[in-house]
DNA sequence: GGTACCATGTAACGTGTTACATGATTCT
DNA sequence: AGAATCATGTAACACGTTACATGGTACC
């Protein structure tokens, strides 16, 4: 049916806020769902022969052109019918959760820096989340209705799951230091899979 | 260069753990990222030929045949070498999010609706997955060097950030039923964020 | 009689990334 | 001198989803 798709309604929602230029929007779009400009220019072209949008050229000098797109009122109508329907599914593809699974084979040096270093990026992103609340908070325009209410209420989100992620982090390399957790097993196991005994585990 | 993906080192990990159908792999692969089998099947095929897999054939009465495919000592040292390096960035995709970004355009009603339907899916997340702890704790096989140390580790991290995400969800619900609460109080609850005391000081 | 589970596979399509292209300005 | 920021665009490729195909068993 060539109908919009989720890319295109974030597009609708940030310009819903307020007009902006590709290379803004993709800066924009990052809180909700990062996007590269290469995905983002095609698709305001095709919005904009739908109807959903509308640009004007702006000169600028020392800096390139651009073009800030507008939503129009066929756009808001849009928007705000899938706004009203329930969401799929969140997708979350992570490779430290694969190598996390194979921690087993891993040793515990390996095993820790891949943890620690898992602390170390998510710091970074509590810093930097830390950075964008105080800003909102800053200009106090933060009410249920204000335009900035979803931005703000996403960054604490976001803040609050990396915190409690280090907070795993930390509970993990408990485990693997004083690797207490082992106590009642470490004998044999032999567990059956379909028909097959699987290989025989011994550990000591 | 026509090199393996992340998802054949999912792929790698889970039959690290033990020999699978591709059937079972999907299953298994779910904790850490969901797959169709659609993609899985020729995935598989590929590996193979790589020799990083080998299959036999097991006939079933009263099911179709299978073919259960176990690592290879080359698919192990290629799993093994890329453990060592630092994973790629996260990827998280959420049209929950979207429609939060936009929620200013969407009536109070319709607001917690959609944020009380999130908090239901939460909830049967978060049953499902204690079943899925408790499963794993009864076979007492848990130790940092267990194949199953890392499974259940992923289950516990997908609790705490459920729950944590549960928690944000009841503090939305709350900014928006007192929409009265201004800027002086979203300030308080920010700097008290990292002790988590905000919903204490968010009822005026 | 309908749905769910087991089990594997291919084809067409939609989505996302990397690389190619261009080019001035500002900061370190 | 080199990197980063601003700014837009296309082409080739890699990755993921949906739909098409098949078919028996178990349960309600």
């Not at 929602?13 to 779009?29: I, T």
């Not at 000098?61 to 797109?69: C, L, M, R, Y």
Request: net charge positive; hydrophobic share 40%.
């Amino acid at each position: 049916m060539n109908t919009i798709n989720t890319l295109g309604y974030a597009i609708l929602g940030a310009l819903g806020r307020k007009p902006c230029s590709g290379y803004e929007l993709a800066q924009y779009l990052e809180v909700v769902r990062p996007v590269k400009h290469s995905q983002i220019y095609p698709m305001l072209t095709k919005m904009e022969q739908k109807d959903l949008l509308v640009h004007v050229r702006v000169d600028q000098t020392g800096k390139p052109d651009k073009k800030i797109f507008s939503i129009t009122e066929k756009g808001k109508e849009t928007l705000q019918k899938w706004l009203a329907k329930s969401p799929s599914d969140p997708i979350n593809r992570d490779e430290f959760l694969i190598k996390i699974y194979s921690i087993w084979m891993m040793g515990e040096e390996n095993s820790m820096e891949l943890v620690q270093d898992r602390i170390s990026n998510l710091e970074e992103t509590l810093t930097y989340l830390s950075k964008k609340i105080a800003e909102l908070e800053q200009n106090k325009e933060l009410g249920t209705m204000s335009k900035n209410f979803g931005r703000y209420i996403l960054f604490n989100r976001k803040f609050r799951l990396a915190k409690e992620e280090k907070t795993w982090c930390q509970w993990v390399l408990n485990l693997i230091k004083n690797k207490n957790l082992n106590i009642p097993i470490l004998c044999v196991s032999a567990r059956m899979f379909g028909n097959l005994v699987e290989e025989v585990v011994l550990v000591i």
